[in-house]
């Protein structure tokens, strides 16, 4: 129905609006074009009224009709006017409350006994969207990862097991992966070797390696023990543990105490990870070394086992859980962050203050493949692969398996179904793209502690949004210049849109190997010299690997100032700046900063600005062949200066106003900040915290009294206009008592820390260039999928092999399965010696028969190998399907 809004006239010769106002109780009425032409024929029946007239007021209402249709199709913005976030503790009541209406939508995915339990009525209540986005990892402290294997703490010493090489590795067979997932996922979920979730694009690559050195779901606990008791058995022949490191009955000792682990477990997840970790716990027992449970939430674990040293020696082993955080078409930055110690996530955390785990080639490998420095496809996958096999071998963090999550939405409240990630579920596109009936969501997130803001809102810092609970809000609250599609993961442009008929990329190798530019950079083009503190030109003979020209999509930010290319300039020259250290006592350097961003820096070689057009024209050293879409998003122009790896921004004069508290190093309140919350002595930014808050206002107080510019900035923008800036900032601090200021289609209009409730309202500026129907036009493809192999038990190399395959579509974000009529349908067994593809044919719509000759398997050994059932069709999201194959 479309509405059309009246407000009183004070003219009677309207008839239209002249009936409305009479019959209106609160003078605003809201009806359907049918009770308006029916109101105005009984009216002309009762009343003598001049028929030009009322074919006047007829043309007038049809008028207004039409005009407010189109306002409604133009409204900028997502479907609903407000987010309603609040919180429960306990997952079957927020489920609960979903169906029965006292909350739209379930922001958090739940195991399948959950959804298992369910009676058909509360079924009938629930849109459920499944999804295998999460995933368990057992991380360990490998301290001092090296003979021979002590740690000396408050005088006394101790011996760390999992300092061996050879232990760590062994945990891969004593752990029966497929037992986790049978017995405690209940079978909604799947073994997981690496940190590539099986199944999705590309993943299958990685998982090969995994198989390559020995992995199995099932594991071979003999085996394992056997190669524990080695380890420890060759430990105990060095010199420095002779006598003190011995095998005794039921336990190794050292110094005549037994050898034991401190194992973090989740306590906060009783059905999941609390049981996988006691599994865990009585196998390693059956090892002879004695685990110490140490049964912590989440706030403790990531206190001790992220936040503090290793060396401190708190803790040995933890049972981690992860998010998908995002659809992935490649993995290769997941490597670097899941195994490589420069990313931050190993033990030590990358703080210079801790001990921390270290593997050089891990780190040169992932930071070649992160950074877009690979000359070719085959380059980039022998690159990122290779980092893998070294990360599996190290076996610092070990994966266990991944989930079938359910995100659970009250079906009655919903026009239709939400954007939601293939991968990683619900997400920012959920909120952009949900459409309830009252232009309201109701939206309940999981948290065993209560608590939604369990992390500092710093929106610089490597430390900051760590936390699902804070992001789940904060995402819809910025756009970014590219981002990854929750349908398809290719990058696609948001407010920075290349142009890709200006794209050049070119490189060669130098004489050490390393790739350089062929792509001549322009040499009036400029980048930020930190040393100089100004914008210089970068000169003549200059080369880099990629060029191309964006588009930039401005609009106004919260506070109503308008986006400029003066808000990129100042996030160029921050990212330089920060991670450069010009002199021992730089005040404008951050080591943490530095390690996570300083790969980013060395990326951008130039920039051209056109402020007339809002063009940029980027130079930059980020070659990924494998998809052009990939290598001018990645690193497309943006304000954000976030090292936190979420999709978080804020406009520069809050950025300033932190960086000018953190580099001084004084405050209004007195308090000592910095981008960090492990750095000593000061405390972490927060733009929600109030004290943080009142320390930021009166900071631009200052700047606007100095009429302050940003040197990186002078002559881009005149003080008065900064002062403009910082009054507005100021100005929304006042009304909306938070410094959280950016560009998405919502901003945070309510908030409160104890109560753990957030509201967010929809942007309407005019100057925000999206609509809701956009994005979901935008989103709307088809999707394959392959639901099952049929594949015989029994096989016998050199005989021919029938695999019959069962394959469906849909179009997202709908979930109504179809039989597919037509499509690429092909089956790839993994050998040794490379992939065998096998084209099917069609028996019937959403059926395909595979027939592997004899002559493909006859020189095979007798073992299982991997097989990948794949769907593909044009424009289509293709499926693929891992299983296993077993020939005799």
């Known amino acids: 129905m479309v509405k059309v809004i009246f407000h009183p006239r004070t003219s009677d010769e309207d008839l239209a609006s002249e009936w409305f106002w009479n019959n209106s109780a609160n003078k605003r009425w809201e009806v359907s074009l049918e009770a308006i032409i029916g109101g105005l024929l009984k009216r002309k029946d009762k009343k003598e009224v001049n028929a030009m007239n009322f074919k006047r007021g007829l043309l007038i209402v049809l008028f207004l009709f039409v005009l407010s249709t189109a306002a409604l199709a133009a409204e900028k913005g997502p479907f609903v006017d407000r987010v309603y976030f609040d919180v429960r503790m306990q997952e079957d009541i927020g489920i609960q409350d979903v169906a029965a209406g006292k909350s739209d939508v379930f922001y958090h995915g739940v195991d399948g006994p959950y959804i298992q339990g369910l009676d058909r009525a509360t079924l009938d209540k629930l849109e459920i969207y499944a999804i295998p986005s999460g995933s368990w ?28 090489g050879e232990v760590r590795f062994a945990l891969n067979h004593l752990i029966n992966r497929q037992y986790i997932v049978d017995e405690i996922l209940g079978g909604a979920g799947g073994p997981m070797m690496t940190m590539a979730t099986p199944g999705q694009p590309g993943t299958y690559r990685y998982n090969l390696v995994a198989s390559k050195l020995g992995l199995t779901a099932e594991g071979d606990e003999e085996q394992a023990l056997q190669e524990i008791k080695a380890a420890l058995t060759a430990a105990a022949n060095l010199p420095a543990l002779k006598g003190k490191l011995k095998e005794g009955k039921d336990w190794w000792t050292f110094n005549g105490e037994p050898v034991t682990v401190k194992f973090a477990i989740r306590v906060d997840d009783p059905q999941g990870r609390a049981k996988e970790g006691e599994y865990v716990a009585q196998q390693i027992e059956k090892a002879k070394i004695k685990v110490e449970r140490l049964m912590w939430d989440r706030a403790k674990s ?49 703080n210079p203050a801790n001990w921390n785990y270290t593997n050089a080639e891990i780190d040169r490998l992932t930071e070649k493949a992160y950074s877009g420095s690979c000359l070719t496809e085959e380059e980039y996958w022998e690159t990122a692969l290779e980092a893998l096999r070294l990360g599996l071998e190290d076996a610092v963090r070990l994966y266990v398996c991944y989930q079938n999550q359910y995100f659970v939405a009250n079906r009655a409240a919903f026009n239709n179904r939400m954007a939601y990630g293939l991968g990683d579920g619900l997400c920012n596109w959920s909120l952009i793209t949900a459409n309830t009936k009252n232009k309201e969501l109701r939206a309940t997130q999981y948290s065993a502690q209560g608590a939604l803001f369990m992390s500092a809102w710093d929106p610089v810092g490597a430390d900051g949004f760590s936390d699902t609970y804070s992001n789940y809000i904060a995402e819809p609250l910025y756009d970014r210049g590219s981002f990854e599609s929750p349908v398809t993961a290719i990058q696609t442009p ?54 191309v020209r964006y588009k930039m999509v401005f609009s106004n930010y919260h506070h109503g100032m308008p986006m400029e290319m003066a808000d990129y300039m100042y996030a160029q020259a921050f990212l330089q700046e920060w991670v450069s250290q010009d002199g021992e006592n730089d005040p404008y350097y951050d080591e943490e900063y530095a390690s996570k961003m300083g790969p980013d820096a060395k990326i951008f ?54 960086a000018r508290m953190v580099a001084s190093k004084a405050s209004v309140s007195g308090t000592v900040y910095s981008f960090s919350q492990i750095k000593e002595g000061t405390t972490q930014v927060d733009v929600l915290r109030p004290s943080c808050v009142a320390d930021i206002k009166a900071e631009l107080q200052k700047m606007i009294a100095e009429q302050h510019v940003p040197v990186s900035i ?28 950016s560009n998405g289609p919502f901003f945070l209009a309510k908030f409160d820390t104890s109560a753990n409730y957030a509201e967010l309202r929809a942007f309407r500026d005019p100057s925000y260039p999206f609509t809701a129907e956009y994005w979901v036009n935008k989103f709307k493809t088809p999707v394959l999928s392959v639901d099952q192999m049929d594949i015989p038990v029994f096989n016998e190399k050199g005989k021919e092999i029938k695999i019959t395959l069962t394959v469906s579509e849909t179009v997202y974000p709908e979930d109504d399965r179809i039989p597919v009529e037509k499509g690429e349908v092909y089956l790839t067994l993994i050998t040794d010696d490379g992939e065998l593809r096998f084209d099917a044919k069609q028996v019937k719509a959403g059926v395909y028969e595979v027939v592997i000759p004899g002559s493909a398997t006859k020189n095979l050994e007798a073992g299982s190998y991997t097989i990948l059932g794949n769907a593909t069709g044009e424009g289509a999201v ?8 077993v020939i005799f």
């Open 137 to 164: 990892s057992l991380l360990l402290n490998p301290i001092p990862n090296e003979a021979p294997y002590t740690v000396t703490v408050d005088g006394k010493e101790y011996f760390n097991p999992f300092a061996i």
């Open 302 to 350: 990531n206190n001790e086992v992220y936040g503090g040293n290793p060396a401190n020696y708190e803790w040995h082993i933890y049972t981690e859980g992860w998010g998908a955080g995002a659809t992935r078409a490649w993995w290769e930055h997941i490597v670097a962050q899941m195994y490589a110690p420069w990313y931050g996530y190993m033990p030590g955390g990358a």
């Open 494 to 547: 948001n407010r920075a849109v290349a142009q890709m008929d200006t794209l050049r990329y070119d490189a060669a190798l130098d004489a050490e190997g390393n790739p350089v530019g062929k792509v001549p950079i322009a040499p009036e083009a400029l980048r930020y010299d930190p040393a100089q503190k100004a914008w210089v030109k970068v000169g003549a003979g200059e080369t880099s690997l990629v060029t």
């Open 605 to 658: 070689r130039g920039w051209i600005y056109d402020p007339k057009t809002n063009e940029i024209v980027s130079f930059f050293d980020y070659y990924f062949p494998a998809s052009e879409e990939r290598m001018v998003g990645t690193f497309a122009p943006t304000f954000s200066v976030t090292a936190s790896g979420h999709p978080v921004g804020v406009c520069w004069e809050i950025v300033e106003a932190l």
């Open 714 to 741: 002078k002559g881009y923008i005149t003080p008065a206009n900064a002062v403009k800036r910082y009054q507005a900032a100021i100005k929304f601090i006042d009304t909306y008592q938070h410094a959280y200021i």
């Open 878 to 885: 293709p499926s693929v399907k891992p299983e296993s194959l």
